[in-house]
């Protein structure tokens, strides 16, 4: 991330000490993190969606696949342009940074495989995505207050497109349905660390009333999700965040996206075409 510093931002929060260049870890304030963190995932998750406008089991799905993609990249773009209250050019947050300095949800670091990851996908982390916004938008930030219903709305469309795949494949039975328990199960567990850090910069981020609480983030997500999962007989409650190898400043899971994703996420193959 790049660009002056800045002491305080209308959050009411400290903002970032110092600038960072692209190849350097990021110095945010605990708010600008967990945005940051957000922004990455819902550009992550993106290009997730967007591998699927092919390849898709219908037209009609390969056209709400694109459909979700074009919602999270919007989604990400408004939250980075947030950072800019921050000191820091969102262009550059966006565009310059190499995938080891991304702070996106582990479950997104890979392709989705086939159609039942992909729904579990829409399931397990877009949900998270969901409340976490949902948190975000109730605090006392302005902007996200502003910002955050319209996203909500959208995101209400994912949830349904999820629920509804996951009780058709759910119900076949056999290997669909395996396929769908293995892969939330799979899921679950980084996400619902990446949701619930449990660390000091969320802890403060609460008390300064920014974010929900995390055992009211978590009975909203289980609330969220509970029901669709329990359907291939995952029971939510009793799944622990996985945070081996939490990597503090990225507040994640060791590793990184695929550099081929970030490319695409950074528009590589495109910035020869950019006209100033």
């Not at 449990?198 to 929900?212: I, P, S």
């Amino acid at each position: 991330m790049s660009g002056p510093a800045s002491e305080r931002s209308s959050s009411g929060m400290s903002g970032p000490a110092k600038p960072a260049s692209p190849d350097r870890d990021p110095d945010p304030g605990p708010l600008a993190r967990h945005i940051l963190s957000l922004a990455d995932s819902k550009r992550l998750l993106g290009i997730r969606y967007s591998d699927w406008l092919l390849g898709s089991p219908s037209i009609e799905t390969g056209i709400a696949a694109s459909s979700m993609a074009q919602d999270e990249w919007g989604h990400a773009r408004l939250l980075y342009s947030m950072l800019r209250e921050f000191g820091f050019d969102p262009f550059a947050v966006e565009h310059e940074r190499p995938a080891a300095r991304y702070y996106s949800a582990c479950a997104l670091d890979g392709e989705f495989e086939d159609w039942a990851a992909l729904v579990a996908g829409v399931v397990v982390v877009d949900g998270a995505l969901e409340v976490a916004l949902e948190s975000l938008g109730a605090g006392r930030y302005a902007l996200a207050r502003s910002r955050v219903p319209k996203m909500l709305a959208e995101e209400a469309h994912h949830r349904h497109f999820g629920a509804a795949w996951f009780e058709r494949l759910g119900g076949a039975g056999g290997e669909a349905a395996e396929r769908l328990r293995e892969e939330a199960e799979s899921m679950l567990p980084g996400t619902l660390a990446w949701l619930l850090p449990a660390d000091d910069v969320y802890e403060a981020l609460a008390a300064e009333g920014h974010v929900r609480p995390e055992a009211q983030v978590r009975r909203r997500y289980e609330e969220q999700v509970g029901a669709v999962l329990a359907a291939v007989g995952v029971r939510i409650e009793d799944v622990e965040p996985d945070r081996n190898g939490w990597d503090a400043e990225r507040r994640r899971g060791p590793g990184a996206p695929a550099e081929e994703a970030v490319e695409r996420a950074r528009g590589d193959r495109n910035r020869a075409l950019f006209v100033e």
